[in-house]
C-alpha cells in the first residue's frame, strides 16, 4: 500500500524585507501557511486564519501565479527553489502564517527531503509542541511569540509556551511579544520571566501593537516604556521595536 504524498494550505508566496526581530531589514522569502490555532485580537494576517483554496505566489521577477491547495512537497520546494533563483538577495526564507506548526508534519517532511537552498527562520505563536523535534533540524532562526491572554484570549498559554522554548536550546532564538494599551503588567512580568528561564540568553523583542491600516499605534509611549521597563527587569536585553514593514508600508 503507497502513503498518499505529503501536502499543505499556504497562503501565499513572496519576497520582502523581514520587518520584526533580530533579522529586521534581511531579505526573505515568506512561505506563508494557512490555517492558525488561536484568534489574536489584533491579527495582522487574518486572510491566513484559515485554509483557504488557493496560494497566491509572487516571483521577484514579476509574474504571479496561483495554485490550488492544497500544494505537493514537490510543487512548494520547485516555487522556493525558483524564486531563490530570480533573487539572489533573498537571504532566509521566513516561514510563516496563519501558524507553520499546524502543519508540522508536513514541515518536517518538506526541510528534510528538499530543503530550500538558504537557511529557514520559523515564525511561530510559539504553542505548539508537537512535530518540533522533527521540524528544528531544518530551521536556523526561531522567531517565537509569547502570546499574552488579554490579547488572545487563551486559558494559561505559559506552560505551552515553556515546553516550545524550552525545546528550542540549541537553536537560535528571539522572542516577540506583542502589547497594546490595555496589556496588564502582571501578564508581562509573568511572560518575561517565563523568557527568562526557559529561553536564557534570547533577546525579547517588546513589539507595539499597530493597527493594520495607517499605521495608527495601540499603545502610547508611556505605557510602552512602563511594560518595557517590567520586561527588562527580568530579561536582560529587551529591545522595543515596532513592525518596521508596516511603518514602511511594505508587506
Ligand atoms: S498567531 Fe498569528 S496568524 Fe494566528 S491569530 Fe495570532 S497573529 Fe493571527
Given at each position: 500500500m503507497t502513503s498518499a504524498p505529503p501536502v499543505a494550505y499556504l497562503s501565499e508566496v513572496f519576497a520582502s524585507w523581514q520587518?520584526?526581530?533580530?533579522?529586521?531589514?534581511q531579505r526573505q522569502l515568506f512561505v506563508r501557511f494557512a490555517g492558525c490555532n488561536i484568534r489574536c485580537?489584533?491579527?495582522?494576517?487574518?486572510?491566513?486564519?484559515t485554509r483557504v483554496p488557493y496560494c497566491r505566489v509572487d516571483y521577484p521577477d514579476g509574474r504571479n501565479e496561483t495554485f490550488s491547495n492544497p500544494l505537493t512537497l514537490q510543487t512548494l520546494a520547485a516555487i522556493v527553489e525558483e524564486c531563490c533563483r530570480l533573487d539572489s538577495s533573498i537571504a532566509m526564507v521566513a516561514i510563516t502564517g496563519g501558524e507553520p506548526m499546524v502543519q508540522a508534519e508536513f514541515l518536517s517532511l518538506w526541510l528534510s527531503q528538499a530543503p530550500p537552498p538558504v537557511g529557514c527562520l520559523l515564525e511561530t505563536n510559539?504553542?505548539?509542541?508537537?512535530g518540533l523535534a522533527a521540524v528544528l533540524p531544518g530551521i536556523e532562526v526561531v522567531s517565537a511569540d509569547v502570546k499574552l491572554p488579554s490579547n488572545t484570549?487563551?486559558?494559561?498559554?505559559w506552560d505551552r509556551h515553556r515546553t516550545f522554548l524550552e525545546l528550542c536550546r540549541g537553536t537560535e532564538l528571539y522572542v516577540k511579544m506583542p502589547v497594546d494599551q490595555a496589556t496588564a503588567s502582571d501578564e508581562v512580568a509573568r511572560a518575561a520571566e517565563l523568557v527568562a528561564a526557559a529561553a536564557p540568553g534570547a533577546t525579547l523583542f517588546v513589539q507595539p501593537i499597530t493597527e493594520?491600516?495607517?499605521?495608527?499605534?495601540?499603545?502610547d509611549q508611556e505605557r510602552l516604556a512602563r511594560l518595557a521597563a517590567i520586561a527588562s527587569s527580568h530579561v536582560r536585553d529587551t529591545r522595543v521595536l515596532p513592525q518596521i514593514h508596516k511603518l514602511i508600508g511594505i508587506r
Open positions: 520587518g520584526e526581530g533580530s533579522r529586521a531589514g485580537r489584533w491579527c495582522d494576517t487574518p486572510d491566513s486564519l510559539a504553542l505548539i509542541s508537537q484570549g487563551e486559558d494559561e498559554p493594520a491600516v495607517g499605521p495608527s499605534w495601540c499603545i
